[in-house]
């Protein structure tokens, strides 16, 4: 059974950082492209990032470059998503997110707020 779990989201100061993780379980996540979404209230899901199988190759949204960055840990099955320099806007949701055999598979999502 896919499981995808994420964790590491919280309240936050403008400018200060945040580590988010996506512990994923019933699968091998060096197989899979793995990616980060959010959604902010009253909008629509975005994508935030995404990382290759192998991790050698990454995606972001224009809005978080040079700010978020994406890696991940086969050997822990686990993604992450470090979050510097945080602005109000970046208050969201995030989810993690895999595509396998056609299905979609999402995590629960974990809360981000941005705020002073």
């Known amino acids: 059974q896919v499981q995808l779990v994420e964790s590491g989201g919280g309240l936050v100061q403008p400018g200060g950082s945040l580590r988010l993780s996506c512990a994923a379980s019933?699968?091998?996540?060096?197989?899979?492209?793995m990616s980060w979404y959010r959604q902010a209230p009253g909008s629509e899901r975005e994508l935030v990032a995404s990382?290759?199988?192998?991790?050698?190759?990454?995606n972001y949204a224009n809005s978080v470059k040079g700010r978020f960055t994406i890696s991940r840990d086969n050997t822990k099955n686990t993604v992450y998503l470090q979050m510097n320099s945080l602005k109000p806007e970046d208050t969201a949701v995030y989810y993690c997110?895999?595509?396998?055999?056609?299905?979609?598979?999402w995590g629960k999502g974990t809360l981000v707020t941005v705020s002073s």
């Open positions: 997110y895999t595509w396998i055999g056609r299905v979609n598979y």
């Open positions: 019933g699968f091998t996540t060096d197989k899979y492209v």
């Open positions: 990382i290759s199988s192998a991790g050698g190759s990454t």
